[in-house]
């Protein structure tokens, strides 16, 4: 087998024409649970499904909700699961599947980026994980997600498709068209487990436009009437049940301003150093035009 590690061992597109496709491959509509579970997903033709009712993951707060195993003996063995999670809160879909590949020891060989027209970033990632000294298995994941309509919150899911290592030159173009080649049947069409609240700053000659999510709130510093103190700082916060679960600190200054990035990163570092539990690590990153020019 070639070395997994290179590019080419990461097809994104398909290399069977439309007809061997029809030949390998069947389309199978999963309506065992709830409507907004309901998924449809392609399928080669010696894969079909073992167990199909939703069974909880122990410590990975999922759910399978389809697990589907080939049946030949003389081709090289493919597993597909479906998993997703009910969660209440809004995440980009990339660092949904991140966390839980980190949970399930998988190590990331490929990682491909897919940005969203409007909801985050979602992920394609190839991963492999020893399971005894001798043997690996090589995985695809792809996630999606859908707002909940009966539970409110957005329902994450992820589909992985496994081989043996061994026989992942064998599969990899299986393992393609299963992780690219499945939606959900009842999609509500809103992707995000929120909605949405908009916020507007006007900053010199700027208005400073965004989004964020209904459980967070903003508060404004005291000064931020005051366009002659800088830096102006605003603050998003995220709690659960009185528990802070999340900040975010928006510092607006001009390029006049006495403040700089240096400055205000060293102060955050002051604050987090007389915290013992927090280890802060600030890094620098240039945005152009991130003001929207309205």
Known sequence: MNDINNKEMFPIQQSYSKEEQIKRYWKCNYT??????????????????????????????I???GQYVSIDKTCPLLEVSVY???????????DWLAKKLNLMGESILHYRKINGTSTGTYADILTEKTINKDESVISRFTVLKDYDPDFSGANYFMVKASCFKEDYQER??????????WDLINKTNWNMAENLQPFSFKFKQNNFIFYFPVSWKMFKDSNHNNLSTQPIRFLLKHEDEGKNIGIVNIYLYTKTSKENFESIASNIETRFKNISEFECKIQKKIVDNILNQN
């Open 32 to 61: 065992t649970v709830e409507s907004q579970l309901a998924y449809w997903i392609l399928l080669p033709k010696d894969v079909k499904p073992v167990q199909i009712e939703k069974q909880p993951i122990e410590g990975l707060d």
């Open 63 to 65: 759910n399978n909700i």
């Open 84 to 94: 997703y999670e009910h969660c209440w809160y809004e995440m980009n879909s990339a």
């Open 172 to 181: 990899m173009f299986d393992m393609l068209q299963i992780t690219n080649n």
